[in-house]
Nanobody, 122 residues
Framework: QVQLVESGGGLVQAGGSLRLSCSAS????????VAWFRQAPGKEREFVAS????????NYADSLKGRFTISRDSTKNTVLLQMNSLEPEDTAVYYC???????????????WGQGTQVTVSS
């Protein structure tokens, strides 16, 4: 069974950068697609980015293309989310999620981390 732990969140000024890490345990993780979602207070959880099992295919929310980059290091069972040019609107709890198939909907993922808070000050 795969378990996920996020790290790397924190407080940053607008225009700054953060790199989130999703570390996984479980031998089957290398066969999973992984996605990042985020949820701001009072809003629904929304798709940020995803990467397939071998890192060959990535997808991003249209509004985040060019600022966020997802990658994976299979040797370390880790998926990273590099976030640049952060804006106050990026403030949210960021979750990583894993599934065999993947997709854009939270319902497509059956394994979730606990989340990490990202706060961008203006």
């Amino acid at each position: 069974q795969v378990q996920l732990v996020e790290s790397g969140g924190g407080l940053v000024q607008a225009g700054g950068s953060l790199r989130l890490s999703c570390s996984a345990s479980g031998r089957t993780f290398s066969f999973y697609s992984v996605a990042w979602f985020r949820q701001a207070p009072g809003k629904e959880r929304e798709f940020v980015a995803s990467i397939n099992w071998n890192g060959a295919m990535t997808n991003y929310a249209d509004s985040l293309k060019g600022r966020f980059t997802i990658s994976r290091d299979s040797t370390k069972n880790t998926v990273l989310l590099q976030m640049n040019s952060l804006e106050p609107e990026d403030t949210a709890v960021y979750y990583c999620a894993a599934a065999r198939g993947g997709g854009y909907s939270p319902a497509s993922y059956n394994t979730w981390g606990q989340g990490t808070q990202v706060t961008v000050s203006s």
